[in-house]
């Protein structure tokens, strides 16, 4: 008997069907995948399971039994745990108070926290996920993103009294890991198959699904197709089935410099952790920023676009002390976060407004009202050349996909034709068609004489789409080193400390 039975769930948004007839099975002991591109149903119907979102039609039967999830609480008490996509944690509350959130913390006289037994909780269910370097009364918010999201891991393991989980959905639960964390949630993943739970998986890392899943649904514009073993897919009849086209290769050729200019020098720059930060990007270059854990690829980034405190930076040739994002943006850079939710974008409101939103001041009217019109077919412009999905520029963003949400931030990136691109995990969460439209579209940022500042985990990203790579360690570059002919295990030892062949260049 299946544990989880979906049949015919289908779900609109203002006459759009987000999903169709979804129908599939999920066995007790098995990790079953679910993948598809961006916008084909996979968020909706996870959000259907947690008792976010009302089905339009169609049925759920949980052990057999049919169910209704019309709550959180309806999906906790069935045995149902999530681990979404997104980091949803409250950065101000310790590791042990976020562990425990929304469950009773443990009490003593006149119903006062005993904060000592919650943190010799916490240390237990840490030490059980097998992390030691996690201490329970630190500040989530202090810790790096890569140690936030295993605490938010481990707080799906947490036994309350309505018991342990019995199926447990996880989506790009690995997003932001490095190999070894991920590696630690694989074994977990192993002992819940062994206590026969089941792991519903959604992931765009393909090698991963093909590696942990028994079974895999694919989604495709809102439709599932028949669940099919893992042991007979492979990487190319998967992209086949999500896109219904042969699969793109993933990484396209590294960009040249065809300017030879330097459009950015940085020379003794510090901040934010990070120092003596010193190298160049030429016209057309794409630049990669590669590290192991919390290098600081990110904050790197975050320097140039207004937060260094020290030393010099020179664009196309000219001094210039970036004191702010807004003075950034007017000296011709454009900055692509790598948490999309949380600093690139502002979900409540329409596409039109984020994308629009550093470039109010050429669309003003003498120079204080907002041209509508303009607005609107800027924004439809940037769609296009971004390939954004979308009903249109009043769309809200949160009903977006995490992919188009992606390209609503490329599409303000590009806005102002930046002389300078900078992007933190620019593919992070995007299927392998979307990935492959966002290089595409760098490739031609860079063709047009554009320099782009690549950071991400991605090392293979890194490897085909960058002409040279920096690498960060305890806070410094410590090379920079030419792509070609780098493996991703070559750059993996240059990342934990290895030194690269011959001189070390700088622009």
């Known amino acids: 008997m299946s544990l989880l039975s979906i049949a015919g769930l289908s779900k609109s948004y203002g006459g759009v069907a987000a999903l169709r007839d979804a129908t599939f099975d999920v066995e007790a002991g098995e990790v079953h995948a679910l993948v598809g591109e961006n916008g084909a149903g996979k968020s909706t119907l996870i959000k259907i399971l947690a008792g976010a979102v009302r089905a339009d039609a169609g049925g759920i039967a949980f052990n057999g039994a049919p169910v209704s999830i019309s709550s959180a609480r309806d999906a906790h008490r069935l045995g149902l745990r999530f681990l979404h996509q997104e980091l949803n944690v409250v950065s101000r509350l310790s590791v042990a108070e976020n562990l425990f959130l929304g469950r009773a913390y443990p009490t003593r006289f006149f119903g006062l926290v005993d904060w000592g037994a919650l943190h010799d909780r916490a240390q237990t269910v840490l030490e059980g996920f097998g992390v030691a370097n996690i201490i329970p009364e630190t500040i989530l918010g202090r810790l790096p993103t890569s140690d936030q999201i295993i605490v938010k891991i481990a707080s799906t393991f947490v036994e309350d009294g309505s018991g342990l989980g019995r199926l447990f959905v996880m989506d790009e639960p690995t997003a932001a890991l490095s190999s070894k964390e991920a590696e630690r949630l694989f074994g977990v993943i192993t002992e819940l198959k062994r206590r026969d739970c089941a792991i519903v998986y959604v992931s765009h890392r393909i090698d991963e699904v093909l590696r942990i899943s028994d079974r895999i649904t694919v989604l495709r514009d809102g439709v599932s197709q028949a669940p099919i073993p893992t042991a007979g897919a492979t990487r190319a009849s998967l992209i086949e089935r999500m896109t219904g086209r042969a699969a793109p290769e993933a990484n396209v050729a590294a960009a040249t410099s065809s300017r030879p200019a330097v459009s950015l020098a940085v020379r003794s720059a510090a901040g934010l952790g990070l120092s003596d930060l010193a190298f160049e990007v030429r016209e057309g270059e794409i630049l990669g920023v590669a590290g192991v854990g919390d290098a600081g690829g990110d904050r790197l980034l975050k320097c140039l676009f207004g937060e260094a405190r020290t030393g010099e930076i020179s664009i196309a040739g000219h001094s210039a002390r970036i004191r702010n994002p807004a003075e950034a943006w007017r000296r011709g850079l454009a900055y692509v976060p790598g948490e999309r939710r949380s600093e690139g974008l502002f979900l409540s409101h329409d596409i039109a407004f984020n994308v629009t939103l550093p470039h109010l001041g050429r669309l003003a009217r ?12 800027t924004t439809l412009a940037l769609g296009r050349r971004v390939r954004l999905r979308s009903s249109g520029p009043r769309q809200k963003v949160w009903r977006l996909s995490g992919g188009n949400q992606q390209k609503a931030m490329f599409a303000r990136a590009v806005a102002g034709t930046p002389r300078i691109l900078l992007l933190d995990e620019p593919t992070r969460g995007v299927d392998v068609a979307a990935k492959f439209e966002i290089h595409t ?56 400390g290895a030194r690269a062949n011959g001189p070390r260049p700088l622009g």
């Open 366 to 377: 003498l120079g204080a009202i907002l041209d509508r019109r303009a607005e609107r077919a």
């Open 441 to 496: 579209l760098l490739k031609e940022i860079a063709s047009a004489g554009a320099s782009i500042v690549i950071s991400s985990s991605d090392h293979e990203e890194l490897l085909g789409l960058c002409g040279r790579i920096l690498v960060i360690n305890e806070g410094r570059i410590s090379c920079a080193a030419p792509a070609s002919g780098l493996t991703p295990s070559g750059l993996l030892a240059l990342c934990y």
